[in-house]
């Protein structure tokens, strides 16, 4: 059986939870990171080095960093359903992946420290603007990659929409002032009619 180290609310361990549960796999998750500590544990550094989250465990394959293990889960596991054989088409899916967990998430880390996760006291307004407004313009390039096909995977759901969709459930449901984005916000729709959507990602944020 899968193990899936890290906390449920974290973005990054959601990406793994949710395409397990779309693979319909067998794991088990346990709590480390956060409230919950133990990343400083000397054996779970022996396993990640980084003390982060997640880490996955299938038998003898240890893996950290959310994007690969999406990757691996999918290669492993879903050949012939969320894996993209054609290397061209994987590629443009993977793009929206590492974007995502570059580009997108530097300025969501902004917003979410300053709006949720500080207290007030220690909340910058200054960074939490720099924060949402970027994140605005990251949410408007998401938009325009749905002109062509209605996933950031193509012509059906896949590994390309797996951490844009978590950053997505924030986006939407946290921030009440967001630019009208019709392609991204049907895209979020199909995503809550997903089970493995709504029960990995559609959880409250911290």
């Not at 720099?130 to 209605?150: N, T, V």
């Not at 009208?180 to 809550?192: A, G, K």
């Amino acid at each position: 059986m899968l193990k899936i180290w890290g906390r449920t609310n974290s973005t990054n361990v959601k990406k793994v939870l949710w395409i397990a549960q779309e693979l319909d796999l067998e794991y088990e998750q346990l709590d480390i990171g956060g409230q919950f500590g133990g990343l400083d544990d000397p054996a779970y550094l022996t396993r990640n080095p980084n003390g982060l989250i997640p880490l996955l465990e299938d038998g003898e394959t240890v893996l950290w960093e959310s994007n690969v293990i999406t990757r691996y889960l999918a290669a492993a596991y879903g050949k012939n359903s969320l894996w993209i054989e054609d290397p061209a088409k994987r590629a443009q899916a993977e793009k929206w992946m590492d974007w995502a967990s570059t580009t997108l998430y530097s300025n969501f880390r902004d917003a979410i420290m300053h709006l949720i996760r500080l207290p007030e006291e220690k909340r910058n307004p200054a960074i939490l603007q720099r924060g949402l407004d970027g994140l605005s313009r990251s949410m408007q390039i998401a938009d325009s990659g749905l002109k062509d096909a209605p996933w950031f995977s193509g012509e059906s759901f896949g590994i390309g929409d797996i951490p844009i969709g978590c950053y997505a459930y924030a986006w939407f449901e946290f921030l009440t002032e967001r630019p009208p984005l019709p392609r991204l916000e049907d895209w979020y729709n199909r995503l809550q009619e997903r089970p493995a959507y709504r029960a990995a990602v559609i959880t409250p944020l911290t």
